[in-house]
């Protein structure tokens, strides 16, 4: 019987598709508005939100003030994780989605990559999809909401939410 070669890459794909889901936990403050959120974006046909719900009802519900809840991704906190698609560690902050702003450094939830990150432990992959490919998201470390963590890249922020115009205009001259 004859079978096709399959490159490293294919294997590598296939290795991934096969990852056990690792255990969720979320805080017992953030499990009803997650649940009422991903139930309202499900009625509207969201697809990340049909994933976000699937890890709400697979996810253990601990109280707030549990230990274990500081090494886990929470609403608000800080993450560290690489992906497979071979770039560089990135750092977000998982946020509410009306929260999210144009700051690189925020993620909402209700994304692809939020859905995914939601309740997860240092070292714990997940596998997700994006337009249609799976992709996996390796989490390096955890910081807390309350840390003082700066993103390096911010959008600017203007106090009237309008852009700040310098010029004076044609009677300049």
Known sequence: MWLPKRSPRSLEQKECAVLPLPKIVLSASDYPR???????AVQQGDMSAMFLMVEINRAEIISDDARDLASVVTIGSWISYWTNWGI???TVQLVWPE???SDLAQISVLSPLGAALIGLHVGD?????VAGCMNVVRIESITGPESNVVPLVRAPVFADNDPIDDDPGPNAA
């Open 88 to 90: 560089p560690r990135k």
């Open 34 to 40: 997650l649940e009422q959120l991903a139930r309202i």
């Open 99 to 101: 929260d999210c702003t």
């Open 125 to 129: 992959q997940m596998p997700y999809f």
